[in-house]
């Protein structure tokens, strides 16, 4: 389809973006639009827009969207792909950084408001664990599960270190139940 001349863009400011030439013509936001060839002069980055975004005052760009996205968060680079907004590069590592960094900041912030916050936490747990019972056991199914995965994944000297402790354990708990009884026993009633 032939671009018509009386809306010819070419040469139009739209803030930092100078349309340079026709593109082509696609369905758009639901009818048939023109895309102009643009060229940011901020970062020289040349992008194809719809007519709309170059024209409509509420819908009007003034610079490209990786200028909009400003540098990634984390790693300082231009951010190429993804949302208008994003405001960290497609990279996993980077995702991987903020969601780390922003989960910290949150429970340091947690923790400053609370110092008892872990204190706190677990007793949550732990009363939920005590109402619901049905809760309780999923969790105790998922902690079997993960711990037979882990185990399962386990070296020989770690497997002989874990069942050592357990022994440990089984051996402490059952000193503590005699000197109990045997405690009782020799209690006056």
Known sequence: M???QSTDLT???AGYITVLSYSHTEMYAGSN???WYCLCELCGN?????RVRLTNKRKKIDRCD???RGPCAVCGKKI????TMAFI??????KLKWKTFKNGLAIKEKV?????FWKDAYQKEMQKRAEDPEYNQDFLSSARTRQAKSIKNESEEKRQVRLKKARERYHKKKAALKARIIAEQNTPR
């Open 2 to 4: 032939k671009n018509n």
């Open 11 to 13: 040469g139009l400011q």
């Open 33 to 35: 639009t023109t895309f």
């Open 46 to 50: 040349k992008e194809v827009y719809p």
């Open 66 to 68: 990786t200028c909009k």
């Open 80 to 83: 190429t792909t993804g949302k």
């Open 89 to 94: 590069c497609s990279s996993s590592k980077c």
């Open 112 to 116: 400053k408001e609370n110092p008892d």
